[in-house]
């Protein structure tokens, strides 16, 4: 196992910037995931780690080894693709031994790696069938078997339940949580799905615009985000985000007298970010914004989805500014009336407009 | 919404309401369809049989009117009688188009022969009396004539074999690996270079004959077989690079960059993953390449004489010689059929897929 270190790794095809220079470092064991829409340079940030891309620029580093110019073959990775990329006129087996015959282990070793992958992915029983003949998870744990039985210094991984059923999916992501809690692999996942990334990330890479957005756990991407993409990029639906004007301790929002009273804790780091009067942007989950009769805010309900354990309401704050609120599920709420609701004040965060870096309450060294 | 919750969901429908979409009429249309095709393939055939049964007739029966079209086995004393019987009383009937069927064409078309003298008639006779006469000197024993040695035919159709083999091997080779870069590798001037490669097959062949002759008269190529090698590999290179590309470009990426993380070279991953998955495109191509480096006929006539003349324009040269030998044409017309008729025969479960130019996987 090893970690994996990127120094100011960049790849341009042609005028196209598809990564712009970047720094990462992803630990020994540990789950990273690389998370951001299609286009964003997750996936060929990827594939430069596993050689299948060159670099444009920068250097990159498995357990302390510079690899930036190796072979994929010589780099010690193994890579699931998203859409399986098993040999098809071979077998199960030969598809599984397939990359031990290239490292030349003996046929006695071989046997044995074979039978372990197999009893471990349970996938005793189509040994000798051919990949066209499986279900999409079996294909899949054939694919997982085949980067197993290498027992390499890390797993690359694009997108690889992208090509499941939904129901399939999420079975198949406990199981690649689990084999990877048994190996303790390095692994680098790519995923579009930011429930997947939640899920299944030790840590988070969001990218967009082929730069890193944000790194750090499921739970720092979704309560702090660090700028307005993040906030919006993570969650379904994502964070709500209302314009206002900041002034002697509260933000003047969109509506009729919709004076929100700032946290104390929050007000320092506001005077500072915006001199004691200016725009900034409040930012909230759903989950922080609660229906109640003596509510602080005003909107007008615009419309309803039911979600079983609770209800979202669609509140129309002025013309424009819908934001998402819970609201308990007894209750209902007919289009078009009066709602009042409150913000969890631990759950409340602010946005520079003009940047769309989001303020923080300690002062960044 | 609370009506909705205190009945449930209605019963699911578990069953199919679909009909047999199939009108009455398809089915007719589908066996006219069929009847159709079978006609015009029996019609495309009859060249071929009228071409198959001349192979095996005498000289008498080549000529005779009415054509003899049925092939009775040989002693079959009776009807052959029957059938001259009617003949002479012009009758019609079946037995009319009765005949022998002989390998003289196939003896003509492959050995040298001379009228045998009364002498070695008869010690020929002998021998075939005591059963040691090989078959072909049989069959040229019956016309009177006694085998010297195998005719200048045989020769060529060697050189068609080896000329047409080796060609057919090396266009689909080169263009393998051609076409494997053009399909994978970013190479400057990509699109131009294979316009470039495909523009060798916009003006006829034939039109080049007379530069190539000379060219090859000034070169030493003419009349080789390494000349004629070379000119139909080229010639089909263009084929194969354009066909071949067509069928890598259908296989993933994806295959060959698992065999590169999983620790094989870029050549040992060609080898061991793209080649398997081309097999169908590469039987296709050979099939195309054997077809017309086996069947090319103008190139052949201009560009050899004795030492590397393959058997097409071989064939008609038999029209010259002492009568028209329509049974040893024939004979080796067929003969000349069968080499690609068994390797598209050998090749086909690849051309079923293949000849729908990769457009089907899996």
């Known amino acids: ?365 | 919404m609370a009506t909705f919750q205190e009945t449930g969901p209605r019963t699911p429908v578990t069953t199919s309401i679909r009909v047999d979409k199939v009108r009455p009429g398809a089915r007719l249309t589908r066996t006219i369809r069929a009847i159709v095709v079978v006609a015009l393939a029996l019609g495309g055939l009859i060249p071929v049989f009228a071409m198959g049964i001349t192979a095996f007739k005498s000289r008498n029966a080549v000529v005779s009117v009415p054509p003899s079209l049925i092939p009775v086995p040989d002693g079959d004393r009776l009807r052959l009688e029957a059938a001259e019987a009617r003949r002479q009383t012009g009758e019609t009937s079946l037995a009319q188009h009765f005949f022998q069927p002989t390998l003289e064409g196939f003896v003509f078309l492959l050995t040298e022969r001379a009228q045998a003298g009364p002498a070695r008639a008869a010690q020929l006779a002998e021998l075939r009396a005591e059963g040691e006469l090989p078959l072909f000197d049989r069959v040229a024993l019956n016309a009177g004539q006694e085998i010297l040695g195998p005719s200048q035919y045989v020769g060529r159709l060697k050189n068609s074999i080896i000329i047409a083999g080796i060609s057919t091997v090396a266009s689909v080779v080169l263009g393998l690996f051609a076409a494997y870069a053009f399909s994978r590798f970013d190479i400057p001037g990509k699109d131009d270079l294979l316009f470039f490669i495909l523009s060798t097959r916009m003006l006829p062949p034939v039109v080049v004959t007379i530069p190539l002759f000379l060219m090859y008269r000034t070169l030493g190529l003419h009349d080789t077989h390494f000349g004629m090698i070379l000119l139909y590999t080229v010639f089909n290179l263009s084929f194969s690079v354009w066909l071949l590309k067509g069928f890598i470009d259908e296989i993933p990426r994806e295959y060959e960059e698992a065999a590169l993380v999983d620790g094989y070279s870029r050549l040992q991953a060609f080898f061991r993953i793209v080649l398997p998955q081309a097999l169908t495109g590469i039987a296709a191509t050979t099939v195309f390449c054997l077809i017309f480096a086996w069947n090319e006929y103008a190139f052949a006539l201009m560009l050899t004489s004795e030492v590397a003349r393959t058997a097409p324009p071989s064939i008609p040269t038999m029209l010259g010689r002492g009568g028209i030998e329509w049974a040893a044409i024939a004979a080796g017309t067929l003969g000349f059929l069968i080499p690609v008729v068994i390797v598209t025969f050998a090749l086909r479960n690849y051309l079923l897929r293949g000849v729908t130019f990769g457009a089907i996987r899996q």
């Open chain 1, 1 to 365: 196992m090893a970690t994996i270190e990127l120094r100011q790794v960049e790849k341009r095809f042609g005028n196209h910037q598809a990564v712009k220079p970047l720094d990462l470092t992803i630990n020994d064991g540990e789950f990273v995931v690389l998370l951001g829409p299609s286009g964003c340079g997750k996936t060929t940030t990827l594939r430069m780690i596993s050689g299948l891309e060159t670099v444009t620029g920068g250097s990159i580093y498995l357990g302390g080894r510079n690899v930036t110019w190796l072979h994929p073959s010589e780099r010690d990775i193994a890579f699931v693709f998203q859409l399986f990329a098993l040999y098809p006129h071979l077998t199960v087996r030969q598809n599984i031994t397939f990359p031990l015959q290239a490292q030349g282990e003996s046929q006695e070793t071989i046997e044995r790696r074979l039978a372990e992958v197999v009893r471990l992915l349970r996938i005793e029983h189509i040994l000798d069938s051919r990949p066209g003949k499986l279900s999409g998870g079996d294909r899949q744990r054939v694919a997982l078997a085949r980067a197993l039985v290498r027992r390499p210094a890390a797993f690359l991984m694009d997108e690889p339940l992208g090509a499941l059923d939904a129901e399939f999916r999420e079975s198949m992501r406990a199981e690649i949580k689990q084999l990877h809690i048994d190996q303790n692999a390095t692994t680098v996942y790519v995923t579009h799905d930011q429930v997947e990334a939640m899920a299944m990330g030790d840590r988070i890479v969001v990218m967009s615009n082929a730069e890193i957005q944000q790194v750090g756990t499921p739970a720092e991407v979704y309560h702090d985000p660090a700028n307005l993409f993040v906030a919006q990029f993570i969650g379904s639906p994502g964070m709500n985000l209302v314009k206002g004007h900041y002034i002697g301790g509260q933000v003047i929002m969109p509506g009729d007298n919709n004076r929100y009273n700032v946290p104390t804790d929050w007000v320092p780091a506001l005077n500072r970010a915006t001199g004691g009067d200016g725009d900034v942007i409040v930012g909230f989950r759903p989950e922080a914004a609660v229906a109640a009769s003596d509510g602080e805010l005003l909107g007008q309900v615009y419309a309803t989805d039911m979600h079983g354990a609770y209800t979202v309401l669609h509140v129309n704050m002025n013309h424009d500014d819908i934001v998402h609120v819970r609201s308990n599920r007894r209750t209902t709420y007919p289009i078009g009336t009066p709602v009042r609701f409150n913000l969890n004040p631990q759950m409340v965060r602010f946005f520079d407009p003009v940047t769309g870096q989001a303020i923080r309450r300690e002062v960044v060294q």
